[in-house]
């Protein structure tokens, strides 16, 4: 410890060194001094016990001790927590290039658990997470199988779930930052285009395909998506119905003449996935819709946040979800618009002003 100036980093540093491991850990979980977690990190980077290297991996903000932690252990656990590590070393701004031969192995070839913590990594970002989905760059190389697995993994990148945010003050490079950030996003909704028509597409990219943050604002593309994603043979169009339904839930309320265009087609996906986001001032509108498709209707639009934000609108949707509860005896669907009604009037209380 001679090497430490700072006599608070000092005593911090043998207070740990004679704390169990398990204290240390949870201080390193709690620790918002960057400086502190990264003098204390060489103190502590030699210590050769496991949950002292964990709490390291996972929470240190010292770049080289979590390197030299994945490098060093063969312990799958300590590995991933440091891939998880927003400081673990991808290069400027995330650029990973296929010089990093070690990241480059791992999503070509790595365990499950490992490439999941790689791709979404908060630190791995634009450029670097849109050439996963495109299947170049440092993904070129990827068969077709792990370019299923690392693009579905990375669809769970925190980055494509949430607008830009910088950590940064305003400086020359916030415009390209700002710019790859929405390319990622992008090639993530270009996957819909590019992927393989197989049911193993089908099914990943409708657990995932909705959590994208920023949707598209293009009817060209839906329409495109829609006719894509159909096939004749019968276990094929069964998953490729649900994805396009969940599709068509991502389209914005603001594309009213694509909405329109949905709501009269004759696939019943498309209908269902309409009433997930359409938003209307009409309570006509939604008794043609309860008429066409029933309870289908009800469990799409009990979902869709536009439908319970002003009262005329709201009060007449829960006439047709009690309606048609009572016609089967069964209050599921109005005990779920009552809890909608709880969650959405402590978000918006102004919405739900005429209820009191």
Known sequence: MGDI????????????????PEEVYRYFENLNDENMSYQLSFVLADSGNELIKLALA???????????????????????????????PLGSFGAISLKHTPLVKILEEGTDAETYALV?????????????????????KLSDERWFLCSIYALDNPNLHEDYKSISPVGYDEGWQDYSH???ISAAWNLLIKAPL??????????????????????????????????????????FKKLRMWVASTVPAY???????????????????????FKTFDKATLDEYYKKDGKEFIGAALLNENLFMTTIIRNHFRKIVEGNCEQRNDYAEMDYFDIMVE??????PDAFAEDE
């Open 255 to 277: 594309l009213d003449k694509l909405h329109q265009w949905m709501a009269n087609h004759e696939d019943q996906s498309i209908r269902v996935g309409h009433y997930y986001s």
């Open 198 to 239: 197989t049911e193993q597409w089908a099914i990943g990219l409708v657990h995932q395909i909705t959590k994208l943050h920023a949707k598209i604002a293009d009817e060209t593309f839906y329409k495109y998506v829609f006719d894509r994603w159909r096939s004749n043979n019968n276990d094929l169009e069964k998953a």
């Open 343 to 348: 969650k959405l009037s402590k978000a918006y």
């Open 120 to 140: 979404t990594n908060k630190s791995l970002k634009g450029e670097t997470l849109a050439c996963i989905f495109d299947k170049r760059g440092w993904a070129e």
């Open 182 to 184: 929405s390319e990622a």
């Open 5 to 20: 100036a700072d006599p608070k980093v000092l005593i911090e540093a043998k207070r740990l060194l004679l704390s169990s």
């Open 58 to 88: 996972k929470y240190s903000k010292n770049s080289n001790v979590v390197e030299k932690l994945f490098n060093e252990n063969k312990d799958e656990t300590i590995r991933c927590a440091a891939l998880l590590n927003p400081d673990f």
